[in-house]
């Protein structure tokens, strides 16, 4: 069984910053990408971020320059510095891991920025 609890969301004004922790738990083999997932209401879940094991990184374009991804192998954490937060940016925000055996994903943490 694996777990994935995400932390971090909250209200914040536009312009403002947020960081968002994913902790994993259970039984999980090796780990192959650990992403950042949001969902917007009435709208379908996006890819946010990646970093693959070794820490290259990936970005969906409206989020380059603002957030950042990076982890921690050892406490199986991700996390997700997020910048100069707009009103866009207002979703539930899921972590995601994929392994060799198949995927997994958290409850999601909600991040509101107001204009």
């Known amino acids: 069984q694996v777990h994935l609890v995400e932390s971090g969301g909250g209200l914040v004004q536009a312009g403002g910053s947020l960081r968002l922790s994913c902790a994993a738990s259970?039984?999980?083999?090796?780990?192959?990408?650990m992403d950042w997932y949001r969902q917007a209401p009435g709208k379908e879940r996006d890819f946010v971020a990646r970093?693959?094991?070794?820490?290259?990184?990936y970005y969906t374009d409206s989020v380059k320059g603002r957030f950042t991804i990076s982890r921690d192998n050892a406490r199986k954490m991700v996390y997700l510095q997020m910048n100069s937060l707009k009103p866009e940016d207002t979703a539930v925000y899921y972590c995601h891991l994929g392994t060799t055996i198949g995927g997994y994903w958290g409850q999601g943490t909600q991040v509101t920025v107001s204009s």
């Open positions: 259970g039984s999980i083999s090796s780990i192959i990408t």
């Open positions: 970093i693959l094991t070794l820490g290259t990184t």
